[in-house]
């Protein structure tokens, strides 16, 4: 029933329980204790809206910045991403395989926003050797939805 429960909620969080229990052939009871277990046991970690900013008339600018560290000795590189992940700016922190070690999403106000939390929060920090910053110029599809249908254009072509 997790695997079910997990697959639903990830694609609609906003499910009602009953719902969800006639989706699964179950209880109410049995499901609501069921994600109640998995919150606990931090299998499900939050429930998130996604939106779509562009469509709003907040500024925000998200980039993906690629980080190199020195990793401490005995923790790895744990430590260093809990200091990074820490910073209000920072929405993700990801550690990775390849050519540099992690990968922090933040967002701002603007691209100088962005820039300043780099030059003066992460790069000065004592086990980061580099860092490359990537601003998302535009959104296609995130978290599995699609944001902006591309319209086709079905106007027939006439030539003289």
Same mark, same amino acid.
């Given at each position: 029933? $997790? *695997?079910?429960?997990?697959?639903? &909620?990830?694609?609609? %969080? $906003? &499910? #009602?329980?009953?719902?969800?229990?006639?989706?699964? @052939?179950?209880?109410?009871?049995?499901?609501?204790? /069921?994600?109640?277990?998995? /919150?606990?046991?931090?299998?499900?970690? =939050?429930?998130?809206?996604?939106?779509?900013?562009?469509?709003?008339?907040? #500024?925000?600018?998200?980039?993906?910045?690629?980080?190199? !560290?020195?990793?401490? $000795? =005995?923790? =790895?590189?744990?430590? &260093?991403? +809990? $200091?990074?992940? *820490?910073?209000?700016?920072?929405?993700?922190?990801?550690?990775?395989?390849? @050519?540099?070690?992690?990968?922090? &999403?933040? +967002?701002?106000? %603007?691209?100088? +926003? !962005?820039?300043?939390?780099?030059?003066?929060?992460?790069?000065?920090?004592?086990? !980061?050797?580099?860092?490359?910053?990537?601003? !998302?110029?535009? *959104?296609?599809? #995130?978290?599995?939805?699609?944001?902006?249908?591309?319209? %086709?254009?079905?106007?027939?072509?006439?030539?003289?």
């Amino acid at each position: 029933m $997790r *695997k079910q429960i997990l697959a639903t &909620i990830e694609h609609n %969080s $906003r &499910i #009602d329980l009953k719902e969800l229990a006639v989706l699964l @052939g179950a209880t109410e009871t049995e499901v609501a204790n /069921e994600v109640a277990q998995m /919150e606990k046991e931090h299998i499900i970690c =939050g429930y998130h809206t996604l939106i779509n900013w562009d469509n709003t008339d907040q #500024d925000k600018v998200v980039s993906l910045i690629e980080v190199k !560290v020195t990793p401490q $000795r =005995g923790l =790895g590189f744990d430590k &260093i991403a +809990e $200091r990074i992940y *820490k910073f209000d700016e920072v929405r993700s922190v990801y550690l990775m395989s390849g @050519g540099f070690d992690f990968t922090v &999403i933040i +967002e701002g106000k %603007s691209m100088k +926003e !962005v820039s300043m939390f780099v030059s003066n929060k992460l790069a000065p920090m004592e086990a !980061v050797i580099s860092t490359s910053t990537h601003f !998302v110029l535009k *959104k296609y599809k #995130d978290y599995g939805t699609i944001l902006n249908e591309i319209q %086709s254009d079905e106007r027939i072509s006439v030539t003289p």
